[in-house]
């Protein structure tokens, strides 16, 4: 239903900030339930970040503090701010969509993928 596409990743020094956007296509969005997933090489695909689309918002104890999310709904965009960035916050960040709150904090991703931002962060 949802098309996913994310932009706003490249390389950034340890400390430094990056705002990654999520660009979101279908009437569906307001009632998807969004997520930030981050994949780094050699390392499973972990959570970041989860808005419902009720306003609920989930961080991953690595990034509470540190990460923000948030959607724009009559823009059809998700955002995740991210400050204080550490080398170990390199990674592939992947925007997801679920029609089911279950389909983003659980075991199972039979949502829609966006195709991946990379984001360096330098020692």
């Known amino acids: 239903q949802v098309q996913l596409v994310e932009s706003g990743g490249g390389l950034v020094q340890a400390g430094g900030s990056l705002r990654l956007s999520c660009a979101a296509s279908g009437r569906t969005f307001s009632t998807t339930h969004m997520a930030w997933f981050r994949q780094a090489p050699g390392k499973e695909r972990e959570f970041v970040a989860g808005s419902s689309w009720g306003g609920s918002l989930t961080y991953a104890d690595s990034v509470k503090g540190r990460f923000t999310m948030s959607r724009d709904n009559a823009k059809n965009m998700v955002y995740l701010q991210m400050t204080s960035l550490k080398p170990e916050d390199t990674a592939t960040y992947y925007c997801?969509?679920?029609?089911?709150?279950?389909?983003?904090?659980?075991?199972?991703?039979?949502?829609?993928w966006g195709q991946g931002t990379l984001v360096t962060v330098s020692a």
């Open positions: 997801y969509g679920d029609r089911v709150w279950s389909g983003v904090i659980g075991p199972s991703r039979r949502g829609t």
